[in-house]
């Protein structure tokens, strides 16, 4: 199981970036594909993730209206479109796949590191004039 990410960079305030997560040893289209940051200093965090169909999306407070997440099951890859980016997103982002659903009876997405089964090495993203 690989997952490996790209496309992150340095940026400036408002600027825009997007991550590629290319997936490759496992059935992409059965997994739920998810994005995480960690900026300095502080904990992984949530940011996005997408049903294994593209159909379903969740966005953490700080992501949503800004960023936007979309996969391709024939190339097996996940995206991350940034817009309207801001310091405070400076951050390495991590792709990761989940099994199976990306939410439980609809209304509990599945946000948390450890319901994550693999993990990518991360990309850095910098925001800064």
């Known amino acids: 199981v690989q997952l490996v990410e790209s496309g992150g960079g340095s940026v400036q305030p408002g600027g825009s970036l997007r991550l590629s997560c290319a997936a490759s040893?496992?059935?992409?289209?059965?997994?739920?594909m998810g994005w995480f940051r960690q900026a300095p200093g502080k904990e992984r965090e949530f940011v996005a993730a997408?049903?294994?169909?593209?159909?379903?999306?969740y966005y953490s407070d700080s992501a949503k209206g800004r960023f936007t997440i979309s996969r391709d099951n024939a190339k097996s890859t996940v995206y991350l479109q940034m817009n309207s980016l801001k310091p405070e997103d400076t951050a390495v982002y991590y792709c990761?796949?989940?099994?199976?659903?990306?939410?439980?009876?609809?209304?509990?997405?599945?946000?948390?590191?450890?319901?994550?089964?693999?993990w990518g090495q991360g990309t850095q993203v910098t925001v800064s004039s």
């Open positions: 990761a796949a989940r099994y199976g659903a990306v939410y439980y009876r609809g209304s509990y997405y599945y946000t948390k590191e450890f319901e994550y089964d693999h």
């Open positions: 040893g496992f059935t992409f289209s059965s997994y739920a």
């Open positions: 997408i049903s294994w169909s593209g159909g379903n999306t």
